[in-house]
């Protein structure tokens, strides 16, 4: 399973922006979908988290300024991210988890680069 993930860019602090991440192949159902990000010079931190059944989790920092959801399908993540500020800065990797040809799965994305410029 390939996941394609996009939407990142430079933005002003305040704005907004929302990523997307495309799995593909041989899906039967993603159960788990996560953002995390990396900022330069810090480790890898989850943000959000997707559970089956729609629960979801979020790191204090994003809390009511991130929100993670899907589509109908499934197979599409989306991180919307309102009053971005400096500190939201970094490359952002979506993560899934599920079957896909009678196996589990666990693949990441590319990452794509958010800035945002105070």
């Known amino acids: 399973v390939q996941l394609q993930a996009s939407g990142g860019g430079l933005v002003q602090a305040g704005g907004s922006l929302r990523l997307s991440c495309k799995a593909s192949g041989n899906i039967f159902n993603v159960n788990v979908w996560r953002w995390y990000r990396q900022a330069p010079g810090k480790e890898r931190e989850l943000v959000a988290t997707r559970a089956s059944g729609g629960f979801t989790t979020y790191i204090d920092s994003v809390k009511g300024r991130f929100t993670i959801s899907r589509d109908y399908t499934g197979d599409i993540a989306y991180l919307q991210m309102d009053d971005l500020k400096a500190e939201d800065t970094a490359v952002y990797y979506c993560?899934?988890?599920?079957?896909?040809?009678?196996?589990?799965?666990?693949?990441w994305g590319q990452g794509t680069l958010v800035t945002v410029s105070s």
């Open positions: 993560n899934a988890e599920g079957r896909a040809e009678r196996r589990p799965f666990g693949s």
